[in-house]
Structure formats: structure tokens, C-alpha cells
């Protein structure tokens, strides 16, 4: 099950490196070189990556394309990737906008070769972000996503970049310096507990799926350090302040990699980490950051309703979209599970593809202020069909990607709500139905104040339309919007079983909490019970054979008393 | 495509009903055809071809789906009534463990009436559309939004499960939104259309919460459920056991649930509180006001209450609340009526009139009564909508009735069928008006469910005498008169809307000149096709009659309304009243949907037929009141002091002032308490104090990092570097040891 040595996952974190180094050594005057070459790569990573979901199956929690050898075996740090229903999206769609980002960045004209050679290794870095299952592994690629993104932000930024890249890395890389301590200190208790310090996130899970990695207030304290750092990503408010700026003043294929990709190492961090390892305090901590969500969804339309800046409004918008993200997650149900995690996507998508847009004007009329629009409808007729059809997304209208998304994680915040014995108060989810309203007053004035009315900007008046390969490349948005939003069960089909894990892993007592480490014997079936399984085969993951239900559905779990090697 | 599921299995329904969701697929398929064809085919074929096949194209999907339904209609007529419901499903939406959405249809009598509405009533307004737009700008795009309007119309009504009808529910109102905002160069008409969206967002926020209560509600009672149902939200499982799980529940949620429902319902449908959208939203063109915003969108939310009926009846507190804000909203938007100046506006305050009279209907539980008037109102409003149409188009779009007078003699076709429609909104037997008005008065009057009824009737008795009065105004100032008064009035001064003429700066554009930006030829010859050449109404103006295409539709419709209510109620209560047993055919086809008429419970109405002949005089002289009154102060015109709205009158166009306190209160400071938030919160405390001040406290205390702040990146930067550095050989150390 588990590949020794390198496979697909390690080609698709370093091919794009490999790409980036190869890069490095051709003359930076071969502008065509340098875009072609970057193209290339991150076409050939986004092939490849295909061939993850090809493979996938959907019918286990476990983690799938496993790979891994002992990197720093007297520290307990190993190379060890793998992909769960979770990650797997999240790894689509980072070469995905990688992808996009690279082709609409064709525009750039200078310094071509460092801008190509930044967003190849970001890329790569990305995608370790998804697939590390160590914790110093996932430190290391956490943190080498913010170096690329610097240089991208303060060398290729508008007017205010230095200032805005020195804010979105302190602020990033203050946040996750409590992570590493936490990181370290999990070391120790591993060490404590089994005599064998380690990093591997699979056998620090095991150690929490039995109540034996910390508890109490130690538990509080290393949740807190693991979600100051995630919250700062996602942002959460009130850490979202370096959001705006850095979103605002990056180049547009930056914007589009940090909206879509980067806030969402944030929501994932706490599904892949913090849940399993501190269920318990993240159980305690769920009403205090679903409040959070709930003003920031609130605070965030808010802002983005006052902007004079186009772009800016974009960036504030994402400060509202992604609470419903997290409003969803840590309602800790399936509806809500499955809202978060799509939501996280069709932020990817609508968002991203958003700052692609803002950015195609940007790049004819080099100002991004309200005042100078109005009318561009007129002259742009292709390019504001496509902008509507990407903002009825944001907007959230039924039938589009964004609906799915917020009415699933509203629906699953409202039932953790109304539930007579939960923490969560029914307020919640109540005042986050207002930020779809304020989405649809943000949203539409944008369009008016841009699109509507008379043509006020001499270079508005003499504008063309997009040209056909931008269209394309928006086009490619479009469809997702619409796939995601008519049939998002491709999407969630290969997503549940690994939700229902992180559920069960946080809400289930120690003990009955399903382990990765489990391979042979526990697993969750399309009900969503933890269930004992045997497999037939251990080279075929998609072929279990259930053998007790554990946990009827819809009562309350009972404590598996035996785990391990029980067969 | 699966799979006609019936409750009642001992009848296998006729595969027929698959073709539902070809009534469906029509539209979609004309909208998709527009959107990608439209302009294409103008340019190839010339603008006269060009539009008359692209009109053409736009009508045969509405028209083909009224066909079908009307099939549809008959073949489900002809089952026995209990079995009425028959369900189509294709493939899974939401698909979840704890959730299923499938794509499913639901054919019933209720969801047919609206299908037959919308698609009959739909038909005759594109018709009449292909001569509205006809020299508009951007002829494709206007039924691009029309056509995938009816699509999301038809969702709305044949959807079987909440999150369906909510996709039609808020497609609509996109294309509300986009119709509304269809003449965007003027500013003020992209606000009405973003007004329109967002107050509807409002509702919608209740509605959405009413599901999310809904499936909690469904979701944690499984065990009534059928055996693994996972279909939380459907109506095919949700109505039939409404009384048996809400049975476990206490008042407060009993009676929440179709109050957050109804929330939806007075957004979409134009209550009072949330009506203010619908006034503004005549900026769109005329038959945009008649299809959505008289004879179907905005009957959407008495459809939803009709639909979910059994949750009202639970609570008596959610049916007086019903009723309250019907009566109240009829009563309030007629006086309004009075002070409008503007013919679509009479007639828009007058739609939110009787949509309050349709609440009123639901609301003493005359679910039936209510549907019945959504169908004659859906026939006459139309006709009124696309007659002041007509008006408009022959005063050179001048709506203002007090440049009107005496039309008669110009455009008679026109003020022919709109006198039908005018007799028929006032309330006079035989036309379609009275039966339904007159059904929805004595369920008032009779109604059980709430205490003293009688001050409902008297509400809408009142309402009705208000109705036929600001109805005979307007159609006094228009058609009557001796006055021609556009030839006395001073030349209107006509708003240009066309754009100011710019004189680009030519200056460096940059290496991507023509890639970017059109040459001045270009812009030119753009701005020569864009002038559109409005000509203001002079006093030289001579009106003249419409297209076929337009006054064909007006006849159609006031055939409607001529015989329609008669003919859909066999002619009772009279035909009751004077022993002859005619079937009330409406109500014989929709009460297995919406359960049966009030009337019909009601012991009092069979007892005393003096009171039945006494409510029936009073409804008909509230009408005759309103007319003679009305008719005599205006038949000879203006009158002087209406010149300029005065007092009482202007204060009543002025929606009691009603409109510009919610502006004030959530636009105006709404808007400057976040713009100050902006500022202070945000960019003062938070970024100001927080993070620049404790960078700058950092900075001051560094003493490595001196300099400045972005030394201190350089400074991490190269932290981590090292510490890349240090691991990697570490790296090499231990594995070459």
C-alpha cells in the first residue's frame, strides 16, 4: 500500500521545481522560452494529476497514493505523502489554477523568467501543503509557500507592494511560528507516550484516536497554536487584515493562487490536523471561531460593501466567503463537513476566477478605482456576460457552484444549532443567512458601478472586447461554476467517507475514534457508521468487505472497546 | 430518465408525463439558442429577417410548452382525483448520506395551473414582445432573459422539493434583475433592478431558513419517515406527514415554519414590509412588467403558500399573520394607487393590491380562492400591463397620465380591450374579476380560522371599492376627456440618456493599441450606431395604433377576461345561489392540491342566502361606487388641482412616506455607518493600532532589525534559509555517517 521511494505525488511536488531549476539556467531574454516552459510544466503537473482522482476510490478514509521513507529517522521526520477525499481536491485545483494562473500571466513582460520560475515553485510547494502527513514535512512546504509569494507581491505588485508583502508574510509567518512550537512539543508527548518520538501525522493520530496524545489544557493550548496559524490563512477575523492589501497589490495570477489556493491551506489545516489531533478542544473551540465566522461573513461583506477599489472589494469579499467555509466545518456534521469542504472549491473557482477578470481590465486601463468604470458593458459585452455568470457564482444564486457550498454549510451550522444539547447557538447560522444578502448588495453594486450607466473614462469608451484566449480561460471558470453547481455529486461522491473520518475522529470518544493507522480494521461505510472491515486485498483499496456495524446511524456511537489488530 | 413514481400505485401513470420535462427543456433550449445565435443571426440575415426569425424562435418554446401542459393537463384531469400526483425524477442533485435533491417534477393540479399560466399567458406576451422590442438595440438579448425567465418559472412551479423551487425562485428574480436593469445605460435603472435583488434576498433569507427548519425538522424524525428516505426536502414526502411529525413539536416551531416560508413569499410576491421593489422595478420594458411583475413571478409566493398549505393550517398564528399583511398591503397599496401619475405605476401599486387580496384568501384558508384570483388576475393584469404598453408606445414613451387625455379616438383597439380589463379588475359580473374577488369576500366573511373575519371582509370590501376607483382615474385621464392635453403642455423636456461625447486623449496607449482599444474610426462608428434617436412627445405628437403583434395578444387576453372567471367558476355563486348545479370547475380541479373551498365548509353560507345575496350586492356596489364616483370627477379630464399632487394625495403617491424612511434608515446610514466603520474599525483599529503599531513597537525595540520593516522580511527570509541550510546538512550528515 504504502510506495517506498517516490511516486506520483512526489512527481507532482517536484516536477514543477524541476521545472523552475531547469528554468533557471536558460537566458532570461528568451521571454517565449520561459512562458512556454512554465505552460508546459504546470500542463504536464495538471495531466498528472488527473491520474490521482483516475485512481481514487472513494469507499475508504484511508489515505490513498501513500508514499514515504524515513528522511530523518533520529529526529522521527519522515517523507510521507498521501491523499485523502480532501486533499485530492484541493490538489486538482491548485494545478488547476496553477495552471491558468501561468497561461494568463502570459501578459507579464518583466522580469518574465524569475515570475515564471516563482509561480512553478509555488505550485510545487502548494502541493506538498496538501499531501505532507509530516508534520515537519508540512511545516517545511507551509512555509516555503510564503517565499515565492513575497517575491511575487513585492516585485511584480501595484503601487503599495512593499508594504503589502511585508504584512501578509509577518503576519503568515507569525502565526505559524506557534505552530512549530506546537509541532516540537508534539514530538515530546509522542516520545512520552510510546517511548519513540515522531512526526508522522498517521501515528500521532493513532496516539489521539485513544486519548493518549495530550489532554486538557495542554490539548487547548497546542489546538490554539495550530489554529492561530490556520486562522491567519484562511483569515479569520479579526487576522485578516493582511488579506486585502496582499490580495489587492498582487499581480493577478498572484491574487488568483492566494484566493483560491491559499486561504484554503487554512480550512484545510484544521480538517487535516487540528481535528484529528486535538479533537477534544476543537469540540470546546467550535462555538468561539464559528462566532468568528459569523462576524467575519457579517464584518467582511460589510467592508467590501464601502470599497472604491475594485479589486479590493474582491479581496473583502473572500473574508466573507471563506467564514461560511468555516462556518460549515466546525458544525461538525456531514451537511456542514461537505458545505465547508465544497465551499472551499467554489471559492477556488469564483474567486479566482474573479481577480482573473478584475485583472484582464486591470491590465488594458491600469486603475482599479469605481470612479473610472461605468458603462464597460457597452464596449466589453463578451467580457461582462462572463463576469456576470462568475458573479451570480459569488452571489451564490441556485444552480451555481456558490450555492451548493453556503446552503449545505449553512444547512449543516443550522442543525448543530438547532439541536437542544449543542453548544453552538442557534444565532449563528440565523445572522450568516444576512451575508448572502449583503453578498447580493455588495456584489450588484460592484457590477453596477463598473458595468451600468453611462461611459464617464475616455479610455473605457475606446475599449475592446476581450480577446478570444481570454475568453478561454474564463470559459474554463464558467464550466466549473456550472458542473460544481448541477452536479456536484462527482464532487462529493469521493469526498464523504474521508469527512465522515475527520467527524468521527473529533466527535467520537477516545477509543472509538477511527485511526489511519488502522488499516485492517476499522472503517466508515457509505452510511457513515464506523464499521469493521476486512479487506480482500491489500494492494486494492476500493474492496472491503464489512464485517460489524459499529455504530447504527443515527444513535449514538458506542466505544469500540478493541482497535488495533483486531481482526 | 426514470421513473413516474405515483403515491396511489394502483393507477400506472401514463409515460406522457415524462414529456414534462421537455415543457421544461423548451425554454432552456430558446435561451441557449439566443444567448449563442442571437446576434449572430441578426448580423447574418439583416435586422428585418433577423428579428422576425429570432422573435419566432422565442415564442415556440413557450408556445410548445403550453401545448404540453394543456396535454399534461387533460390526461391528469381525466384521473381519478385522489391521484392526481404523479412525480418524475432524473438525476441526483444533492446527493449526501444525510440529504438526497433529486431533479424531480411534480405534476399536480396546482403545479399544471401555474404551468398553464405561465406558458399561456407567457406565449401571449412574447408574442406582443416581438412588436415591443422591435427597434430596440439588442433585440436577442431581451428574449435571452425571457426565455430562461419562463424556464425558471416552470422549476419554480414543477419543482417537487424546496431547494428546486428555490432555484426557480431565485432565477427568477435574476431575471428580474436583469430585465428591470435591460435599459442599463440609465443609471436609475440599474438601481431598481439591484433594488429588486437585493429586497428579494431578504425574503429569501427567510425562505432558506424555513427549509434549513424543515429538513431539521424531517432529518431528525426519520422514523416516520418511509424506510431510508432520504429525501428531507420533497414535497411528496414532507406534506402527507406534516400533521404526524409536527405533532412532536411545540407551537413555536409549528408556527415558525410557515412564517419563515411566508417571509419568502412577501418579498417574492410584494408585501407589505418588503413590497418597495416592485414600484421601481417598472423601469423595465412594459412586457417585462406584464409577465413578471403582474401574471406570474410575483404570484410565486402565493403558489409557495398554496403548495405548503398543510404547514399554515397547523398554526393558526401563521394564518392570521397571513391574512393580516394581505389585508393590510391591499388596503395600503391601493390608497397609494391614488397618487401616481405614472401609468405603470397605478398599475404596479394596484398588482401589490391584489396580491394582498390573494394572501387575504390564503390566509382565512381559502388556498383555492386565492389561486383562482393568481389565474383571473394573471388575464386581466397582463391585458392592463400590455395595453398601458400600447399607450405608451403610441405617446412616444411618455408614461405620465397627465399628458394623456382622450386616446379613445386615437388607439381604439387598444382602449377597447382595456376597458375589459378595467371592468375586470373593478370587480363587474360578468367579467373575470368578480367571480374570484367575490369568492375571496365571502371566504373572508365565513372563515373559521380567525376570530371576527368580518373585519378582513370589510378590509377587502373597502379595497375593492378603492380598486375600481384608482382603476376609472386612470382610465379616465387616458381614453377620456376632451382634452388632448400633450398639445397643451409646454414640449416635455425629453431626458437624453445617450452618453456624453468624449474626446479621447490619444496619448501613448502603449505597445497593445489595437489588442486593446478600438481606433478612433472604431469608436466613432460605435457611437453613431448607439445614438438612439428618441423623439420627446410634442404637441404636433398624432398617437396611432399598435402592430398586429401587439393589439392580437390584447384581444386574446381580453377574451380571457371576459369569459375567463365566469367560465372557471360555472358561474357560481350565482348558479349555486339560484339552484342550477353547475360544477366550479377551477375548484374541482385544484382541490385535491389545495384542499377545498371555505365555502364549502362554512355551515353559515348555506343557511342564509340572504346574507349570500347581500355579500354579492355589496361587492358588486363596492365596484359600482367606485366607478361612478371616480368616473365623474374625471371623465372631463385633469382636474386642475391634480395638476401637481396636493396634500392627502401627494402624501399617499408618496407611499405615506414609507419608501424614503427605509432609504434613509438602511440605505443612507446603513451606508455611512459602514463607511465609518471602514475607516475607523478596520483601517484605524485593527490595521492602525494592532498591526502598524505593534510593527512600529517591534521595529523601535529591534535592535537587530533596525532599519526597517522590510529588513525584518530579509531578516526571516533568510532565518528560514539558514534553517533550510542547517537541516539539509544535518541531512547529509546523518545519512553519510
Known amino acids: 500500500m504504502e510506495v517506498q521511494g517516490f511516486g506520483v505525488l512526489s512527481l507532482l511536488v517536484f516536477l514543477p521545481v524541476a521545472g523552475a531549476l531547469a528554468a533557471s539556467f536558460v537566458p532570461r531574454n528568451l521571454l517565449g522560452f520561459h512562458r512556454w516552459w512554465a505552460l508546459l510544466i504546470s500542463a504536464f503537473t495538471l495531466f498528472a494529476s488527473l491520474q490521482l482522482y483516475v485512481g481514487f476510490s472513494g469507499n475508504t478514509f484511508h489515505f490513498q497514493w501513500r508514499e514515504g521513507m524515513d528522511w530523518l529517522p533520529a529526529l522521527g521526520i519522515r517523507y510521507q505523502l498521501g491523499v485523502d477525499g480532501i486533499s485530492l481536491w484541493l490538489i486538482l485545483l491548485t494545478s488547476l489554477i496553477s495552471f491558468l494562473g501561468i497561461w494568463f500571466s502570459f501578459h507579464v513582460r518583466e522580469r518574465v523568467k524569475e515570475f515564471m520560475i516563482w509561480l512553478l515553485i509555488l505550485e510545487g510547494a502548494m502541493i506538498g501543503v496538501f499531501c505532507a502527513l509530516d508534520l515537519v514535512l508540512f511545516y517545511i512546504f507551509f512555509e516555503a509557500t510564503l517565499i515565492p509569494m513575497y517575491f511575487l507581491i513585492s516585485i511584480w505588485g501595484g503601487k503599495n507592494r512593499v508594504y503589502s508583502s511585508v504584512k501578509f508574510f509577518l503576519f503568515t509567518f507569525l502565526g505559524s511560528i506557534f505552530m512549530l512550537v506546537a509541532i516540537v512539543a508534539l514530538y515530546f508527548i509522542s516520545k512520552a507516550a510510546t517511548g519513540e518520538g515522531t512526526f508522522d501525522l498517521i501515528a500521532l493520530q493513532a496516539l489521539a484516536a485513544d486519548g493518549r496524545l495530550a489532554t486538557g489544557p495542554i490539548e487547548m493550548w497546542l489546538f490554539a497554536a495550530f489554529a492561530l496559524a490556520f486562522a491567519v490563512k484562511v483569515p479569520l477575523f479579526p487576522v485578516h487584515t493582511w488579506l486585502p492589501d496582499a490580495h489587492t497589490e498582487a499581480p493577478t495570477a498572484g491574487s488568483m493562487i492566494l484566493a483560491a489556493i491559499m486561504l484554503k491551506m487554512g480550512t484545510y489545516g484544521f480538517l487535516r490536523f487540528a481535528f484529528p489531533l486535538f479533537p477534544d478542544a476543537a469540540v470546546q473551540a467550535a462555538p468561539f471561531l464559528m462566532g468568528l465566522s459569523v462576524v467575519g461573513i457579517i464584518y467582511g461583506a460589510i467592508m467590501a460593501a464601502v470599497q472604491e477599489d475594485w479589486k479590493r472589494l474582491v479581496a473583502y469579499s473572500s473574508v466573507s466567503h471563506l467564514g461560511f467555509v468555516m462556518l460549515g466545518i466546525f458544525s461538525l456534521n456531514h451537511n456542514g463537513l461537505t458545505g465547508g469542504t465544497l465551499q472551499a472549491i467554489n471559492h477556488g473557482i469564483s474567486t479566482g476566477a474573479l481577480f482573473l477578470l478584475v485583472g484582464m481590465v486591470y491590465e488594458r486601463t491600469h486603475t482599479r478605482l469605481f470612479q473610472d468604470y461605468g458603462g464597460l458593458k457597452r464596449r466589453m459585452p463578451m467580457f461582462a456576460t462572463l463576469f456576470l455568470l462568475i458573479m451570480l457564482s459569488s452571489v451564490g444564486l441556485p444552480s451555481t457552484n456558490g450555492f451548493i457550498g453556503e446552503f449545505l454549510a449553512m444547512l449543516g451550522a443550522f442543525q448543530a444549532g438547532a439541536n437542544a444539547n449543542s453548544a453552538i447557538p442557534l444565532w449563528m447560522p440565523v445572522l450568516a443567512g444576512a451575508g448572502v444578502v449583503l453578498a447580493a448588495v455588495y456584489l450588484l453594486w460592484m457590477f453596477q458601478k463598473v458595468f451600468y450607466g453611462p461611459i464617464r473614462n475616455p479610455v473605457v469608451n475606446r475599449l475592446r472586447d476581450i480577446r478570444p484566449w481570454e475568453q478561454a480561460v474564463a470559459w474554463v471558470f464558467v464550466v466549473f461554476v456550472f458542473w460544481l453547481g448541477l452536479y456536484p455529486k462527482f464532487f462529493t461522491d469521493k469526498m464523504q467517507t474521508s469527512l465522515n473520518a475527520v467527524r468521527h475522529q473529533t466527535l467520537q470518544p477516545p477509543g472509538a475514534r477511527p485511526a489511519w493507522a488502522d488499516v485492517r480494521t476499522i472503517d466508515i461505510n457509505a452510511n457513515g457508521d464506523v464499521v469493521v472491515v476486512q479487506r480482500d486485498d491489500l494492494n486494492d483499496l476500493g474492496r472491503w468487505t464489512e464485517v460489524a456495524v459499529r455504530t447504527p446511524s443515527g444513535h449514538q456511537p458506542q466505544r469500540l472497546a478493541m482497535r488495533g489488530g483486531e481482526e | ?737
Open chain 2, 1 to 737: 430518465m426514470e421513473f413516474i413514481t405515483t403515491p396511489h400505485a394502483e393507477h400506472l401513470p401514463d409515460p406522457v408525463f415524462h414529456w414534462a420535462w421537455l415543457i421544461l427543456l423548451a425554454p432552456i433550449v430558446g435561451f441557449l439558442f439566443q444567448a449563442a445565435l442571437g446576434r449572430r443571426i441578426e448580423l447574418a440575415l439583416g435586422k428585418t429577417a433577423g428579428r422576425r426569425l429570432l422573435g419566432f424562435a422565442a415564442v415556440v418554446p413557450v408556445a410548445a410548452g403550453f401545448i404540453l401542459s394543456v396535454l399534461l393537463a387533460v390526461r391528469l384531469a381525466g384521473m381519478d382525483e385522489h391521484s392526481r400526483l404523479v412525480i418524475t425524477s432524473w438525476f441526483p442533485w444533492i446527493d449526501l448520506q444525510t440529504l438526497l435533491v433529486p431533479f424531480e417534477l411534480r405534476l399536480d393540479p396546482l403545479s399544471l395551473t401555474m404551468c398553464l399560466i405561465v406558458t399561456g399567458v407567457g406565449s401571449l406576451i412574447h408574442v406582443y414582445a416581438t412588436g415591443y422590442m422591435a427597434d430596440d438595440g439588442d433585440y436577442s438579448r431581451f428574449f435571452t432573459y425571457f426565455n430562461l425567465f419562463i424556464a425558471f418559472m416552470l422549476m419554480l412551479a414543477m419543482g417537487n422539493n424546496l431547494p428546486l423551487v428555490f432555484i426557480g425562485w431565485e432565477g427568477v428574480g435574476l431575471c428580474s434583475y436583469l430585465l428591470i436593469g435591460y435599459w442599463y445605460h440609465d443609471i436609475e435603472n440599474a438601481k431598481a433592478a439591484n433594488k429588486a435583488f437585493i429586497v428579494n434576498r431578504i425574503g429569501d433569507w427567510g425562505f432558506a431558513l424555513g427549509i434549513f427548519l424543515l429538513y431539521w425538522v424531517y432529518a431528525s424524525n426519520q422514523d416516520l419517515l418511509p424506510l431510508g428516505e432520504r429525501r428531507y426536502l420533497s414535497f411528496d414526502v414532507i406534506l402527507p406527514l406534516a400533521e404526524q411529525v409536527l405533532a412532536g413539536y411545540g407551537p413555536l416551531i409549528v408556527s415558525v415554519i410557515p412564517l419563515l416560508l411566508f417571509v419568502g413569499a412577501v418579498g417574492k410576491s410584494a408585501q407589505w414590509p418588503l413590497y418597495l421593489w416592485l414600484p421601481d422595478a417598472m423601469a423595465g420594458p412594459t412586457p417585462v412588467s406584464a409577465l413578471i411583475h403582474a401574471a406570474t413571478m410575483v404570484t410565486a409566493g402565493v403558489y409557495l403558500v398554496a403548495r405548503t398549505h398543510v404547514f399554515f393550517e397547523l398554526s393558526t398564528l401563521s394564518m392570521a399573520v397571513v391574512a393580516g399583511i394581505g389585508a393590510f398591503t391591499a388596503l395600503f397599496a391601493a390608497t397609494v394607487a391614488f397618487g401616481q401619475t405614472d401609468i405603470k405605476k397605478v398599475l404596479a401599486y394596484s398588482t401589490v393590491s391584489q396580491l394582498g387580496y390573494m394572501f387575504l384568501a390564503c390566509g382565512v384558508g381559502a388556498f383555492g380562492a386565492g389561486m383562482f384570483h393568481v389565474t383571473t388576475h394573471a388575464f386581466f393584469k397582463a391585458l392592463l400591463f400590455l395595453g398601458s404598453g400600447a399607450v405608451i408606445v403610441a405617446m412616444s414613451h411618455n408614461q405620465d397620465l397627465r399628458k394623456y387625455g382622450n386616446l379613445r379616438k386615437y388607439i381604439p383597439i387598444t382602449c377597447w380591450t382595456m376597458l375589459i380589463g378595467w371592468l375586470a379588475i373593478a370587480g363587474i359580473p360578468p367579467f373575470a374579476g368578480f367571480w374570484s374577488k367575490d369568492e375571496i369576500l365571502a371566504s373572508a366573511f365565513f372563515s373559521n380560522l380567525v376570530q371576527t373575519p368580518q373585519i378582513l371582509w370589510f378590509i377587502g370590501w373597502v379595497t375593492a371599492f378603492l380598486t375600481a376607483g384608482y382603476m376609472t382615474r386612470m382610465m379616465m385621464l387616458t381614453f377620456y376627456g376632451n382634452g388632448e392635453r400633450w398639445r397643451t403642455a409646454e414640449a416635455h423636456a425629453h431626458a437624453d440618456h445617450s452618453q456624453e461625447h468624449f474626446h479621447a486623449d490619444h496619448g501613448a496607449q502603449g505597445e497593445h493599441d489595437l489588442a486593446y482599444f478600438l481606433t478612433d474610426d472604431e469608436v466613432r462608428a460605435i457611437e453613431e450606431e448607439e445614438h438612439e434617436h428618441h423623439h420627446g412627445l410634442t404637441p404636433e405628437h398624432e398617437p396611432r395604433e399598435v402592430l398586429p403583434s401587439m393589439w392580437v395578444p390584447l384581444v386574446a387576453l381580453a377574451a380571457l377576461s371576459l369569459v375567463g372567471g365566469a367560465a372557471l367558476s360555472g358561474l357560481n355563486p350565482f348558479a349555486h345561489l339560484l339552484g342550477v348545479h353547475i360544477p366550479h370547475l377551477f375548484e374541482a380541479w385544484n382541490h385535491p392540491s389545495v384542499g377545498l373551498s371555505v365555502l364549502d365548509e362554512a355551515s353559515a353560507f348555506r343557511e342564509s342566502i340572504a346574507i349570500e345575496w347581500a355579500l354579492i350586492g355589496a361587492s358588486i356596489g363596492a365596484a359600482v361606487l367606485g366607478i361612478g364616483l371616480f368616473a365623474r370627477r374625471y371623465i372631463k379630464g385633469l382636474p386642475e388641482s391634480e395638476a401637481e399632487p396636493q396634500g392627502l394625495q401627494r402624501l399617499a403617491g408618496e407611499q405615506w412616506l414609507y419608501d424614503r424612511t427605509m432609504v434613509r434608515l438602511f440605505v443612507d446610514a446603513g451606508g455611512k455607518f459602514a463607511n465609518a466603520f471602514y475607516r475607523i474599525f478596520d483601517s484605524g483599529i485593527i490595521d492602525g493600532i494592532f498591526v502598524n503599531g505593534s510593527a512600529k513597537l517591534v521595529g523601535a525595540m529591534g535592535l537587530l532589525l533596525r532599519r526597517s520593516q522590510t529588513g525584518s522580511v530579509r531578516f526571516y527570509a533568510l532565518a528560514i534559509a539558514v534553517g533550510v541550510v542547517f537541516a539539509l546538512s544535518y541531512v547529509i550528515y546523518t545519512t553519510t555517517r
